[in-house]
């Protein structure tokens, strides 16, 4: 790093002067501080060269991008991370000015694997056996996917999702 063109690389340059402190502990020090302003910027800055943040830096941006969680043992209990430990969260947001809420692509997928499963059964059972299906999928996949889920995966037109 001989010559410095921005304020990241300054800095990192500066705290590599202390004993012991290697670039990629520098730059992921500088990242971290940054982001716990909300600032992405120096995140941004090497991610486009050959920076691969550190395990912090992966930890605190995965409670940015997802503050609130699902238990995995237990799907209807949620967990928040404390504001006051990450006070910013990282949003998507739409920038080609069309209205309503993006698609869901878990929503996508739970319905193709529902529709799949609805189709083998149908293959099973045969013409006629649309009710005997809905209610072997709402066995088989409940109580996470509930009959009017099933429902509306399985309609002929895009299902809402």
């Known amino acids: 790093m001989t010559e410095i063109d921005n304020p990241f690389d300054g800095e990192v ?8 402190v290697t670039e990629q502990l520098a730059r992921d020090y500088v990242v971290l501080r940054y ?6 910027r120096a995140l941004a800055h090497w991610l486009e060269g050959d920076y691969c943040p550190g395990k912090k830096v992966k930890a605190l941006l995965s409670v940015m991008l997802q503050p609130e969680r699902t238990d995995a043992a237990d799907p209807s209990k949620t967990y928040k991370i404390d ?8 949003k998507a947001k739409r920038r080609d000015g069309k209205r309503g809420a993006p698609r869901d692509p878990t929503a996508d997928e739970r319905n193709r694997v529902v529709r799949e499963n609805y189709d083998q059964l149908m293959s ?4 006629g056996g649309h009710e005997s299906a809905v209610s072997e999928l709402v066995k088989r996949l409940g109580p996470e996917i509930g009959e009017s889920a099933i429902r509306e995966a399985i309609k002929a037109r895009s299902p809402k999702s």
């Open 124 to 127: 099973e059972i045969g013409h």
């Open 35 to 40: 982001l716990l302003l909300g600032d992405t």
């Open 13 to 20: 340059s500066r705290l590599m002067q202390q004993p012991g």
């Open 83 to 90: 504001v006051k430990a990450v006070p910013f969260e990282l």
